[in-house]
């Protein structure tokens, strides 16, 4: 528990958050509901496992397989600048994307510019800037979103909606008036593409409707069932008796309830649209069955997180591993790419699953 008058700026917050990673591991919830998704396995695949193309494309550039590092760690010092520095690096081993965590830290602390400042260790991947979109009701504007897209030379800007972590936190900034709007003005001045995020609760099939409206096509639908921000914020609460953060620790919409809405909805619309499926997601498994539900790339970032306090090379493993994981999920659908799982359930789903 936080001392009520010694609440911590933003970068001390963000350090609290990985220490409450430390010493709760039922911040990690293992509910997005994965394990109940059944696929039809092929005995006779007919493919060359060696042959399958696992590549895709995201923000205009190529990677090696649908994933990318989610947002994490959005801090200043050198806990988090090493961590940033060992994510970037193993994104660009891999050929993978990665986002990095909120940045408005930067526009508190000039010194913590430096930890974003990571494309000249991953020069051929997607990056994706962060800005939390209740922020832009708070006094960041268009400038400082384009300074957070700068700083990472970035290929996209995640706006992250988080109302339960904002409601939940100590010092959060609750006003989500009018914030539609804002997103929808801003969308237009951005040299790049905005992409909405949840955070751990799930977007609705309202909240991409709002987001198609505003001019996003580009949506992380982030559902429950991995990391609990509101579990974390609990362990920063200010008076022992308050409990909200475990009251709604698992409030939300699953990762697949959430896809199950947002695709439809990006299939119908005008033009290319990207659905990314985070929350929860914890192997090559879990990101087919995303994928075969219609998303276009998955984002996992639990997982990366004690292998990047280790060493870049860890990262890498564990990256390789998920790799190998997805390419075998491939090999035993019978799939011989990427565009082979998307959205095709009536094929490759089991039982009640299949619809």
């Keep these: 528990m936080i001392p009520p008058d010694r609440r911590p700026p933003v970068a001390q917050r963000k350090i609290d958050h990985l220490q409450a990673f430390d010493k709760d591991p ?203 921000w509101s579990r974390i914020e609990y362990h920063r609460r200010t008076d022992d008796a308050d409990d909200l953060g475990l009251v709604f620790q698992d409030w939300g919409l699953t990762t697949i309830e959430a896809l199950r809405e947002a695709a439809p909805l990006l299939r119908a619309a005008t033009g290319p649209t990207t659905l990314v499926a985070s929350g929860g997601i914890r192997n090559g498994i879990d990101m087919a069955k995303a994928m075969i539900l219609g998303a276009d790339l998955c984002g996992m970032a639990a997982p990366f997180l004690a292998a990047a306090r280790d060493s870049t090379a860890a990262v890498t493993a564990r990256i390789r591993r998920t790799k190998r994981e997805f390419k075998t999920a491939l090999f035993l659908l019978g799939c011989a790419n990427c565009a082979s799982l998307k959205g095709n359930e009536s094929l490759l789903l089991r039982g009640e699953h299949h619809r």
């Design 26 to 228: 039922l911040i990690e919830r293992h509910g997005p509901g994965f394990d109940q998704i059944r696929l039809t396995h092929r005995a006779l695949p007919n493919l060359d496992p060696d042959a399958i193309d696992t590549g895709t494309s995201f923000l205009g550039r190529d990677i090696s397989f649908p994933l990318i590092i989610s947002s994490m760690t959005g801090g200043d010092g050198a806990v988090v600048r090493r961590i940033n520095r060992r994510l970037a690096r193993a994104a660009e081993a891999t050929g993978i994307a990665m986002a990095v965590g909120s940045q408005r830290v930067m526009f508190c602390s000039g010194a913590a510019r430096d930890s974003f400042d990571l494309r000249p260790l991953a020069p051929g991947v997607p990056l994706v800037a962060n800005i939390g979109a209740v922020q832009l009701n708070t006094g960041l504007d268009a400038g400082a979103c384009r300074a957070a897209i700068d700083v990472l030379a970035a290929d996209g800007l995640y706006l992250h909606l988080n109302p339960l972590q904002e409601a939940v936190q100590p010092e959060g900034d609750r006003n989500f008036a009018g914030l539609a709007d804002a997103i929808a003005q801003l969308v237009r001045q951005m040299p790049v593409p905005v992409l909405l995020k949840e955070v751990g609760a799930g977007l609705s099939g309202a909240d991409i409707r709002c987001g198609l409206k505003a001019g996003v096509r580009h949506f992380d639908v982030a559902g429950r069932g991995g990391t609990s």
